[in-house]
């Protein structure tokens, strides 16, 4: 019964994301998607499809489990000074963005420098199409990394367990709209908000996923000098080698270490 109530729930939850963006995506469409298409009907659409209901039906639990009791055996040591945890909650929560934003920064570069975590993560580059339901083509060991490195801080300073849902939704649908095709420039805002434009530029085929790490804000992005904004969109996205495309490969490839991948780490920056 809890099954089909989940199930009810990731429709409902498809159908409400989906009334938000398909139409952004039609109206605002960016230059890359495929001329005289529905957004939806492009081509691998079932293929995230299968991508999304694994993640919210079975590995959203799996995460939500690794990582409560991960958080746990945190919770009950002090790792922090107390004139840290006596800090007024305003502050705490600026100190948790801009530090989950450090931690998202340098976590998400070292999934492209090491061939270890690249393994898991380029899953979520081979996407061909970037929108918003490829934002959750992600492996789940991949997504319990991200996950943890951006609950982190909340965690260390002691903040309650709703406002850390709070912070993780909005990070979630955040996602959502850095992944979707749309051409919505935030102007001058670019520099303090990460846009659709940015993280696309993420995906691009030729850069490698090598700039525009940040997520929420790309100042870390400007300050370690990887923001990369130029006018134009990028002509085509994904990774180089190649790769089985289908879920199930996706899921199980990663698994299977691969000696010579897992020595080579990837080019520098
Ligand atoms: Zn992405
Ligand atoms: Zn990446």
Redesign the pocket.
């Known amino acids: 019964m809890w099954l089909l109530e989940l199930l009810a729930q990731a429709v409902l939850f498809l159908a409400a994301i989906s009334l938000v963006f398909i139409p952004l995506e039609y109206f605002w469409r960016a230059d890359t998607a495929e001329t005289g298409r529905i957004p939806w009907l492009r081509r691998g659409w079932l293929n995230d499809l299968l991508f999304y209901f694994g993640q919210i039906l079975v590995f959203n639990s799996v995460t939500l489990l690794a990582l409560g009791f991960l958080f746990q055996q945190i919770e009950t040591s002090s790792f922090l000074p107390a004139t840290i945890m006596q800090l007024p909650l305003p502050l705490k929560i600026v100190l948790v963005i801009l530090l989950s934003d450090f931690l998202i920064y340098w976590g998400?570069r070292a999934?492209?420098r090491f061939g270890i975590l690249w393994r898991f993560?380029r899953v979520?580059?081979t996407a061909l199409h970037v929108d918003y339901i490829a934002a959750y083509r992600e492996h789940p060991l991949d997504n319990i990394y991200t996950r943890g490195l951006e609950t982190l801080p909340a965690v260390l300073l002691g903040l309650d367990l709703n406002t850390i849902a709070g912070f993780v939704t909005f990070r979630g649908l955040w996602a959502l709209f850095i992944h979707s095709n749309v051409n919505i420039r935030l102007g001058f805002l670019e520099v303090l908000l990460g846009s659709p434009h940015l993280h696309h530029w993420?995906?691009d085929l030729s850069r490698r996923?090598l700039v525009n790490?940040a997520n929420l804000s790309p100042l870390m992005d400007i300050l370690f000098r990887t923001y990369y904004n130029p006018p134009e969109r990028p002509h085509s996205y994904g990774i180089p080698e190649p790769v089985r495309q289908a879920w199930f490969w996706q899921m199980l490839d990663p698994l299977i270490p691969n000696a010579s991948e897992d020595s080579a780490t990837r080019s520098k920056k």
């Open positions: 998400h999934q492209h993560h979520h580059h993420h995906h996923g790490y």
